[in-house]
């Protein structure tokens, strides 16, 4: 890989790279297998800075990344437990103050005709029809 592709790596993935990179260099056929040992750190490598990242400075095959990210248990304990803690329903209390609301309404029509209504503590009524029974609109 380019020092230019490599230069903005982290140290512990840029090490991980240098590892693959060797033991690509001393493998005896093409076809040899990955040993478990550098599978392991690139899985460790892919929970820390991500498949997409890790696969490409390592140069391995995404899905197959992806796979072994999946498969490995303490990927997938963590990976659950948030899910997990962020689909729990929590219940919060109102607050003393929402039923100690207090408001006054006042309500004149073009006869001089006044009528307010204070409320105190208790969820406000349908104001809309209540102006509409003071002015005589409801029909």
């Given at each position: 890989?380019?020092?230019?592709?490599?230069?903005?790596?982290p140290?512990?993935?840029?090490?991980?790279?240098?590892r693959f990179?060797?033991?690509?260099?001393?493998?005896?056929?093409?076809?040899?297998?990955?040993?478990?040992?550098l599978?392991?750190?690139?899985?460790k490598m892919?929970?820390?800075?991500?498949?997409?990242?890790?696969?490409?400075?390592?140069?391995?095959?995404?899905?197959?990344?992806?796979?072994?990210?999946?498969?490995?248990?303490?990927?997938?304990?963590?990976?659950?437990s948030?899910?997990?803690?962020?689909?729990?329903?929590l219940?919060?209390?109102?607050?003393a103050?929402?039923?100690?609301?207090?408001?006054?309404?006042?309500?004149?029509?073009?006869?001089?005709?006044?009528?307010?209504?204070?409320?105190?503590?208790i969820?406000?009524?349908?104001?809309?029809?209540l102006?509409?029974?003071?002015?005589?609109?409801?029909?």
């Amino acid at each position: 890989m380019d020092t230019k592709k490599t230069r903005g790596l982290p140290a512990r993935l840029e090490g991980v790279r240098r590892r693959f990179q060797n033991w690509r260099q001393a493998r005896k056929s093409r076809s040899a297998r990955i040993p478990d040992p550098l599978w392991a750190a690139a899985v460790k490598m892919a929970g820390t800075y991500g498949i997409h990242r890790t696969a490409r400075a390592l140069r391995l095959d995404y899905y197959s990344l992806k796979e072994r990210v999946e498969a490995t248990p303490a990927a997938t304990a963590s990976s659950a437990s948030p899910r997990t803690a962020s689909a729990a329903f929590l219940e919060l209390p109102s607050p003393a103050w929402a039923g100690t609301c207090e408001c006054t309404l006042e309500l004149e029509d073009v006869g001089g005709s006044t009528m307010r209504v204070h409320l105190k503590g208790i969820a406000p009524p349908d104001l809309a029809a209540l102006s509409r029974s003071f002015w005589g609109l409801d029909g």
